[in-house]
């Protein structure tokens, strides 16, 4: 089942001051009625008050904006989201979300910005060769047609499906991304980074065609989204685009239930015109797609019925009426589903429909036969439920619909890109909607708070099994997915990688557990109490879904994640408020952030980054750092080696030359603030490890962690991409790939000492083509040169014809280039078609 639906850059958030709130505002509304669309006039007023904020930042001229979406904020206020622009085109994933008052005042602005190497006002360079980054799109005419680019993904993902709905390719800037280290991260190991240790920077910029592919073969579903290089045509980012999980009716799931329908004459129909206005059927609406084939299913009619009573609550009989009482249950649980997922939102917090504009949706059950699958539809903005097949009953569970629906109010916001973190987090906003709506449903669906009563298990009544698809406060109960974040999460499917932001919201919720055997227990909850205290659903809802609307973007990570989920929290109730101190908690429990003790007010310093463990060469610096927050700044820091004072060492850096006696040594800081009485904060412990001098590791950045340093060529093959993985880590080098005329080549200058007794050098190799046959038509070749380009040796040609699934580990011996100062160089070269990807990891030349 595909319960639906890649890129992450630093965000700021510019806002009013944050006052504490009354905890009684948590039962009043947060959204205001809909809101009426901006004038031209009005959209044009807002653009010029963001250019001249623009212009204080030092934006170029090139630089714009273009009003994408307007939405309800609390009453008075309303949200706009503005995309940047550069010469007219979008740049994508770069956008302000902006919230407005009444006399259209901005009162704050949320901002992903990925147009740094796009300013013409500020300093252009960046990239690793000392060319702009904006220089590969200095010409915008694209060297592709935009039904050539469609033509080319179509080609590509799958050439036998059939058009749901009319593809269309929008030219845009396309950032391509990387990760960097922040500088008190760069000595930490691999396992031990933390989200907040790591941001995404622009690597480059691509002039792209931004390609929507909706589309079905086989009775499944085929949605793509698709960045094509449009002056190549080489295809350079693809993700999954499918967002998929008063009369009186017999649900499956829940019993008998009142559901809203309409009557025409004696007729009845599942028409509920009380809800949401417009769309398709002019309120919400459950329609018979009748076993309509999933790969181009229609909606079919509205159920009607000559009672007002519906459905007999059991399983659909394959093969039989879709119109009968037993067809109709499917139909029942659809509209018992759609209306508690519209009260939910509405009466709790103001939000009106998906769109917050109360534009009415519909729900199309009984589609194709058997068929294992619900899935929310972005472009009819409605969803399409199976009966389920091998796996599953029905797929009209509330948790499920409140799944799908959550689907439709992100695709209305946020809009988080399906892919990586942010494909993570979109799926997580629909874990956490399912279960906030089936609380609401348990509980009556009345009332304007969410209560208790959920299971914190998505889909579990529609199992066949009993195994539920996500156990939210637990999520590697499903074997798969992970419990906390690392530096690999995005390269997982987003189903997987939500898993740390739905145990996030449930420990914010229902607070964690202190023994480690326990599924509530947290590793990374290291500060007091070991148990954090959750403030509830409704509460934990609350923070949630103003952060979603109001301050995350397409690129939204988990750091920035945190950021904007904690300022929602201090928004609402109060920077030193309970609320904001479990926001930091939650995060910190899913290795999102620093722990932080639970200080009534929040008055307490507390450390937020923690000094890592080291280990440098004898001779080498090593260094450990320790950031601080809360209380009052400045801070001063006093440094312990071995529970010892190390004098002199008052700054929030500590370096040291290494040497061999130093191995094994454990240094803390203790940090103080500005208060009185001074309030301390005590780092954990960092342990020194220096390594023995009779073997040294030559090759600078082997592992491409630290980005491009120590390489030189053709860096921008360097990073985190799309389509490949990394040996270890997350980062790698990327050559060929473009399925095109190319050259690419890195290279760096290593010493070999002339007292070397060995020189191993390693790499991992991992080789993927669309060439077929034994010929080799792209070719990668690694050389040893001296300073002056000569080729010394030629240690290995590999091409098409040994591609291999994974990597493999190749090892050459250079002790017969002792004494000398060489180059080491990978060089690729790639014919006119049929790409050959040749990525290289973990690069090491070790001399004894």
């Not at 190497?117 to 220089?135: C, F, K, M, V, Y």
């Not at 929040?602 to 980054?609: A, M, N």
């Not at 001098?693 to 082997?702: F, H, M, R, W």
């Not at 990073?719 to 690419?744: D, H, K, P, S």
Request: one cysteine or more.
């Amino acid at each position: 089942m595909n319960l639906r639906k890649t890129l992450l850059t630093a965000s700021v958030v510019a806002a009013l001051p944050i006052l504490a709130t009354n905890a009684a505002h948590a039962a009043g509304p947060l959204m205001a009625a809909p809101v009426n669309l901006a004038s031209p006039q009005e959209s044009a007023g807002l653009v010029a008050k963001l250019t001249a904020l623009d212009a204080q930042r030092g934006v170029g001229g090139d630089n714009g904006f273009r009003i994408a979406s307007q939405h309800p904020g609390v009453v008075g206020q309303k949200i706009t989201r503005a995309q940047h622009t550069y010469k007219g085109l979008r740049v994508f994933g770069s956008e302000s979300v902006v919230v407005t008052n009444s006399a259209g005042d901005i009162v704050s602005e949320s901002v992903a910005d990925r147009r740094a190497g796009l300013n013409a006002n500020g300093a252009n360079a960046g990239a690793e060769s000392g060319r702009p980054l904006a220089a590969a799109v200095a010409d915008l005419t694209p060297a592709l047609s935009a039904n050539e680019a469609i033509d080319k993904v179509v080609k590509a993902v799958s050439p036998r499906a059939v058009h749901r709905w009319t593809p269309s390719a929008e030219l845009l800037i396309y950032p391509v991304m990387k990760s960097v280290r922040v500088p008190s991260a760069l000595n930490k190991s691999e396992a031990a980074l933390n989200a907040t240790d790591l941001e995404e920077v622009v690597d480059r910029y691509v002039l792209a065609y931004y390609v929507q592919t909706r589309m079905s073969q086989d009775r499944k579903p085929v949605y793509y989204d698709t960045i094509v290089d449009a002056k190549s045509g080489a295809v350079v980012a693809q993700w999954k685009a499918l967002q998929t999980v008063v009369g009186t009716g017999n649900s499956q799931y829940n019993g008998a239930v009142p559901i809203n329908t309409s009557q025409s004459g004696s007729t009845f129909q599942m028409l509920d015109s009380t809800r949401g206005t417009g769309g398709k059927f002019g309120g919400m609406a459950i329609t018979n797609a009748n076993h309509a084939s999933a790969d181009s299913p229609s909606p079919g009619t509205i159920y009607t019925n000559s009672t007002n009573t519906w459905g007999d609550g059991k399983q659909y009989i394959a093969g039989g009426s879709t119109t009968n009482a037993n067809g109709q249950t499917a139909a029942v649980n659809a509209l018992w589903g759609l209306m508690n997922t519209y009260d939910t939102n509405k009466n709790v917090l103001g939000w009106q429909s998906l769109d917050g504009n109360n534009t009415a949706t519909y729900i199309a059950a009984h589609v194709d036969t058997a068929y294992d699958n619900a899935f929310f539809d972005p472009s009819c903005k409605c969803m399409y439920i199976g009966d389920g097949g091998s796996s599953f009953n029905n797929l009209g569970s509330i948790d499920v619909i409140g799944h799908e629906m959550s689907h439709g109010i992100t695709d209305a916001t946020s809009n988080l890109t399906y892919s990586g973190e942010s494909g993570g987090l979109n799926e997580s906003n629909s874990d956490i909607g399912g279960e906030m709506v089936e609380a609401y449903a348990r509980a009556g669906g009345t009332g304007t708070v969410v209560p208790a009563g959920n299971d914190w298990m998505t889909g579990k009544e529609i199992s066949k099994n009993g195994q539920p698809l996500r156990w939210l406060y637990k999520p590697s109960k499903d074997g798969s997915s992970p419990n906390a974040w690392s530096s690999t999460i995005k390269n997982l499917d987003v189903h997987l990688s939500s898993g740390p932001n739905n145990r996030m919201f449930y420990f914010l919720s229902q607070g964690s557990n202190a023994t480690s055997s326990s599924d509530y227990y947290s590793q990374y909850l290291t500060k007091s109490p070991a148990a954090m205290t959750g403030i509830g659903n409704d509460k934990a809802y609350r923070i949630w879904f103003k952060a979603l609307t109001t301050k995350f973007t397409s690129s939204t990570n988990y750091a920035d994640a945190r950021a904007k989920v904690l300022l929602a929290a201090q928004e609402l109730y109060g920077t030193g408020s309970k609320e904001a101190i479990a926001v930091q908690r939650a995060y910190a429990a899913i290795n999102v952030g620093a722990d932080v003790d639970e200080v009534a007010g929040g008055s307490g310093v507390s450390i937020s980054t923690q000094p890592a463990s080291v280990t440098v060469a004898a001779g080498a610096t090593a260094s450990f750092s320790v950031g601080a927050s809360g209380g009052t700044s400045p801070y001063t820091y006093k440094w312990y080696r071995n529970g010892a004072v190390i004098s002199g060492a008052t700054s929030a850096t500590y370096s040291l030359t290494a040497q061999t006696a130093d191995n094994g040594a454990v240094f803390n800081a203790v940090v103080s603030d500005s208060s009185s009485p001074v309030k301390t904060a005590t780092s954990g412990n960092a342990t020194l490890t220096v390594g023995s001098s009779s073997s040294s590791e030559k090759i600078v950045n082997g592992g491409f962690e630290s980005g491009t340093t120590g390489w030189a060529g053709t860096t921008g093959a360097i990073g985190t991409f799309t389509g490949q993985t990394a040996f270890e880590g997350t980062r790698y080098a990327w050559l060929g790939g473009n399925g095109a005329t190319a050259t690419e080549t890195l290279t760096q200058s290593v010493a070999i000492p002339s007292t070397a007794t060995a020189a191993t050098l390693t790499f991992a190799l991992h080789i993927d083509t669309a060439e077929s046959g034994s010929t080799a038509y792209d070719k990668l070749v690694v050389t040893v040169k001296n300073s002056a380009g000569t080729v010394l040796g030629t240690l290995a040609t590999y091409s098409n014809a040994n591609a291999a699934s994974g990597y493999q580990t190749r090892s050459f011996n250079l002790v017969s280039y002792k004494g000398q100062t060489v180059t080491l160089s990978f060089a690729m070269t790639e014919d006119s078609s049929l790409q050959t990807s040749f990525v290289v990891d973990k690069v090491s030349l070790i001399t004894q």
